[in-house]
């Protein structure tokens, strides 16, 4: 049974254990394919697949009918927007993903965001080598207020970093939970009132139809003058243009975004600004975290098709073994 591993950095251990299970491994995670990648690059990079360990890259229904081997996308991560679960569930295709193990490297990538922009140890450090002793006076991370918008695995993890920091921390989400608040040491509060107060706005919410473009022209314009808006959930649940204008105008103090509506992505609009803090969907790739969920999704594979999984894992049961 042939595995076709599309996610980027799979190690050499998960693809030996893999093939100690008896699976063909076939390494294509170096071909630049990532969300919104159209079916004519992706189809024959998957068109021979048993089962896929995947990365970000879109499966649209069309290309899905094609997969006439396929029995199981492995996502490596905990994001399936990218996957049409119809089409999965119409062709008996099963769909796990690697929870509970991403969340800690995302919240630590939050945290540095951040502090870049509490601290700019980034200024300091050039005054230094450009021979200038300048001890600027910045804002500084304690005291200030960050707004979660999404209060699941990621929003849990920034908050148990960010309140030993002194940050206050609200939240905002469908379902609260009132044993949050005192279990994380935060606040639960209307989106309108997340946006008015917090310094830092971070953007975890999984994308849908209800997200997309969630924040908006109109959204942008009610967080709070000179604060920072950190996208790590999806591209377009932020409106890049809305964005780059609210940037333009010196409404926001800056971003960081880490996620873009096709990837890889070398073009953004975001790059003609200076405050625009700007990752390449790293926020998971620390080396601990990566070695970790290639097993994760080797793990899923293979209990999978043994029929012998954690439920907790699954996200689509196919009919396919």
Sequence with gaps: MKVVVTTKDFCEEAKHYLESEGFEVALRNRLGIGAGAPDDILYPVVEDANAIIAGTETYRPELLTRLSNLKLISRNGIGYDAINLDA???????????????????????????????????????????????????????????????????????AKRAVPFGMKVIYFCRHPNPADDAAYGVQSVSME??????????????????????????????????????????GPVVDEEALAQALASGHLGGCAVDVFPK???????????????????????????????????????????KKDIDAKYVVVQGTRY
């Design 88 to 158: 999965l569930r119409k062709e008996g295709i099963g769909l796990t993903r690697t929870k509970g193990f991403v969340e800690g490297a995302v919240a630590e990538q939050v945290m540095a965001y951040i502090l870049y922009f509490a601290r700019r140890v980034d200024l300091q450090s050039a005054d230094m080598h450009d021979h200038s002793w300048n001890s600027r006076l910045m804002p500084g991370a304690k005291n200030r207020t960050l707004g979660l918008i999404g209060f699941g695995g990621i929003g849990t993890e920034v």
């Design 193 to 234: 009132e997340l946006l008015k107060e917090s310094d830092y706005v971070v953007a975890a919410v999984p994308l849908t139809d209800q997200t997309f473009h969630l924040f908006n022209e109109e959204c942008i314009a009610q967080m709070k003058a000179g604060s920072v808006l950190i996208n790590i959930a999806r």
């Design 263 to 305: 990837e890889p992505c070398t073009d953004s609009v975001l790059t003609r600004y200076s405050n625009a803090l700007l990752t390449p969907h790293s926020a998971t790739s620390t080396a601990e975290n990566s070695k970790a969920t290639n097993f994760a999704a080797a793990n899923n594979l293979v209990n999978y098709l």
